[in-house]
Antibody
Framework: VPLLQSGGGLVQPGGSLRLSCVAS????????MSWVRQAPGEGLEWVSA????????YYADSVQGRFTISRDNSKNALFLQMNRLRVEDTAVYYC???????????WGQGTLVTVSS | IVLTQSPATLSLSPGERATLSCRAS??????LTWYQQKPGQTPRLLIY???NRATGIPGRFSGSGSGTDFTLTISSLESEDFAVYYC?????????FGGGTKVEIK
């Protein structure tokens, strides 16, 4: 189930980035989606989730108030707007398809976000 | 909810049985998921709701447990099973992952 990600890169602390994830091969609008990140050499950390219709949204405490998840079902696209980035946000970010909103059966290829001055 | 996985590293030979533990800091009912991640690859769903194998997962993988104590068992290790395994709870927001168990070749 392809999930094609884009939008990562190098940004200074305090800066912003927008990640995108475009889905194909399934009915995107029928599934919840999430973002999960993995700092270099570390484990997995859930970041944010959005329901199939976008009417329920959840965030990890570490990103609440700085990150915004959204989706455009007409374009089969998921987004993560990341503002006020911190060094500790440096990670590979994965989008993930959720058969139930809270676990993940398919993952994007990942995109590296590096926050550094 | 904090998930504690043990051991951190498991050194075994192909053909041996692997038993991985995941302990939750509070009751997560049966809402416990297991993933496998190989170096340079994305995570792969193995087990959901404690004991249900995901589509395409071989029968040598099994999950058990409820409440706070869970186990992932690999009955006979194949070469492709050497990887890092993560548990994840979905009983409460925020979703949380364990720190992982690395299964390495002895």
């Amino acid at each position: 189930v392809p999930l094609l990600q884009s939008g990562g890169g190098l940004v200074q602390p305090g800066g912003s980035l927008r990640l995108s994830c475009v889905a194909s091969g399934f009915t995107f609008g029928s599934y919840a989606m999430s973002w999960v990140r993995q700092a270099p050499g570390e484990g997995l950390e859930w970041v944010s989730a959005i329901s199939a219709r976008g009417d329920s949204i959840y965030y990890a405490d570490s990103v609440q108030g700085r990150f915004t998840i959204s989706r455009d079902n007409s374009k089969n696209a998921l987004f993560l707007q990341m503002n006020r980035l911190r060094v500790e946000d440096t990670a590979v970010y994965y989008c993930a398809k959720a058969p139930d909103i809270s676990y993940f059966d398919s993952w994007g290829q990942g995109t590296l976000v590096t926050v550094s001055s | 909810i904090v998930l504690t996985q043990s051991p951190a590293t498991l050194s075994l030979s192909p053909g041996e049985r692997a038993t991985l533990s995941c302990r939750a800091s509070q009751n997560v009912n049966n809402y416990l998921t297991w993933y496998q991640q190989k170096p340079g690859q994305t995570p792969r769903l193995l087990i959901y709701d404690a004991s249900n194998r995901a589509t395409g997962i071989p029968g040598r993988f099994s999950g058990s447990g409820s409440g706070t104590d869970f186990t992932l068992t690999i009955s006979s290790l194949e070469s492709e099973d050497f990887a890092v395994y993560y548990c994840q709870q979905r009983n409460n927001w925020p979703l949380t992952f364990g720190g992982g168990t690395k299964v390495e070749i002895k």
